[in-house]
C-alpha cells in the first residue's frame, strides 16, 4: 500500500494533467486497453493499485478506465500467468486471461456509461467525500480501529509460533 501511495505521489506531482487526460480521459476501448495492458502483467495488490488509480482519475483518466487497471491488475500478473499455464496448461491460461480482461473491459465501459448517465465527474467530486462524515465521528471510528488493527497484528504473530521468523 505505501509503495501504490508512494507511486501515487509521483504521478500527482510529476505529470501534468493534460497528458493523462488527452491519452486515457475519453474512455473508450483504446485507453482502457492499454490500462489493461499495463495492469495485466503488472505484479500489484488492490491496496497498492487503489492509491494509483485515484490520482489517475485525479489527473483526468476516465473512471471505467481506471477500473479496468483496479480489476486486471491485482488479478493478474505474470507469476500468476506461469503458473495457471504450467499447472492448469496454456488453454486455461489463455481462458483465464481472456474472461478477466473481458470483465474488465465490460465493467470499465459500464462504470463509464453511469458515470455519463448521472453526470457526474469524478475529479469534481475528489476530495468532497472527507466532507461527508463529522470530524467526531471520523475520529471515533479511528480510535475504535487502531485496537482492532493492534490486536490482529499480535494476535496473528501468537498464534503462528514463529513471530522470530517474520
Known amino acids: 500500500m505505501l509503495v501504490g ?3 501515487a ?5 510529476a505529470i501534468p494533467e493534460n497528458l493523462i487526460q488527452n491519452y486515457l480521459g475519453g474512455g473508450g476501448l483504446g485507453s482502457m486497453l492499454v490500462m489493461l495492458s499495463v495492469g495485466i502483467p ?5 491496496t497498492a493499485s487503489t492509491p494509483l488509480a485515484a490520482s489517475l482519475i485525479s489527473k483526468g483518466m476516465s473512471q471505467g478506465t481506471a477500473f479496468v487497471f483496479l480489476l486486471a491488475g491485482p488479478a493478474t500478473n505474470a507469476a500468476t500467468i506461469t503458473m495457471v499455464a504450467r499447472f492448469l496448461g496454456k488453454r486455461s491460461a489463455a481462458l483465464y486471461l481472456g474472461v478477466i480482461s473481458l470483465c474488465a473491459l465490460g465493467a470499465g465501459f459500464l462504470l463509464d456509461w ?3 448517465k448521472l453526470g457526474i465527474s469524478a475529479v469534481a467530486t475528489m476530495g468532497t467525500a472527507k466532507e461527508l462524515l463529522p470530524e467526531d465521528l471520523k475520529l471515533g471510528f479511528a480510535v475504535f480501529l487502531l485496537p482492532l488493527m493492534l490486536y490482529g497484528t499480535f494476535r496473528r504473530e501468537k498464534e503462528c509460533g514463529c513471530h522470530e521468523y517474520h
Not at 505521489?9 to 506531482?13: A, D, E, N
Open 5 to 7: 501511495i508512494l507511486f
Open 9 to 13: 505521489g509521483i504521478i500527482s506531482y
Open 42 to 46: 503488472l505484479y500489484i495488490c488492490a
Open 114 to 116: 453511469f458515470y455519463l
